[in-house]
């Protein structure tokens, strides 16, 4: 079953201290990417990944580190949480998009359950 | 100006109506375009790509407009079950950011009986 993996599902932690947010695929997708999702702010994207050691940073990376050592594993680092950090953050991945042969181009990305962070 | 621009909503609507939901994005190597479904906290699941042509799944239909870089969604018949928020997503195909999906914030759809 094609299955994206993250955990924790929930965490409540204090500020300052270290934590980090794993995140698997069994689909042997190329690319991977962190978003948190906020009210009224809808789904941001962390840091990106399109292949194994390629990373690059998404429209919130400040506060973030991420890796990518193996091609089914992304996992988002947090090196110092702040109360800011309290989110609901999703990982996702998908393979390269591919043409449809009627001029468009097709993929689907899936995503992990969801970890909702607490950083008090 | 956002990448990816929605309705704000949100929509509430009997069982039975039919519901539009439009779309515009600003990026022209925009390559791919989704509507994703997601309810309430969970993780957003595929509803549908959509083509230039335009596609339909069963109660749903999709167009894409690239010269206007708009999509649409329309949703026939609505059933409770419906009942979620609604992201459009815009897959782009350009420099360095190549495969980095951007999504609309959303617009909440509320089928009542």
């Known amino acids: 079953e094609a299955q994206v993996t993250q955990n924790p599902r929930y965490l409540i932690t204090v500020t300052g201290k270290k934590l980090t947010v794993t995140c698997s695929q069994n689909m042997n997708h190329e690319y991977m990417s962190w978003y948190r999702q906020d009210p009224g702010l809808g789904l941001r994207q962390i840091y990106y990944?399109?292949?194994?050691?390629?990373?690059d940073k998404g429209d919130v990376p400040e506060g973030y580190k991420v890796s990518r050592k193996e091609k089914r594993n992304f996992p988002l680092i947090l090196e110092s949480p702040s109360p800011n950090q309290t989110s609901l953050y999703f990982c996702?991945?998908?393979?390269?998009?591919?043409?449809?042969?009627?001029?468009?181009?097709?993929?689907?990305?899936?995503f992990g359950q969801g970890t909702r962070l607490t950083v008090v | 100006r956002k990448e990816v621009e929605q309705d704000p909503g949100p929509f509430n609507v009997p069982e039975g109506a039919t519901v539009a939901f439009n779309c515009t994005y600003s990026?022209?190597?925009?390559?791919?375009f989704f509507w994703y479904r997601q309810d309430c906290r969970k993780e957003p699941k595929l509803l549908m790509s959509v083509y230039s042509s335009g596609n339909e799944d069963g109660r749903f239909t999709a167009q894409l407009n690239r010269a206007s870089q708009y999509i649409s969604l329309l949703i026939r018949d609505s059933k409770l079950s419906d009942s979620a928020t609604y992201l459009c997503?815009?897959?782009?195909?350009?420099?360095?950011?190549?495969?980095?999906?951007?999504f609309g914030q959303g617009t909440i759809l509320t089928v009542h009986p």
């Open positions: 996702a991945s998908s393979s390269k998009s591919y043409p449809t042969g009627q001029g468009d181009w097709d993929t689907e990305a899936f």
């Open positions: 990026n022209s190597a925009s390559q791919s």
């Open positions: 990944s399109m292949n194994v050691e390629v990373t």
């Open positions: 997503v815009v897959l782009y195909a350009g420099g360095t950011s190549y495969g980095k999906l951007t």
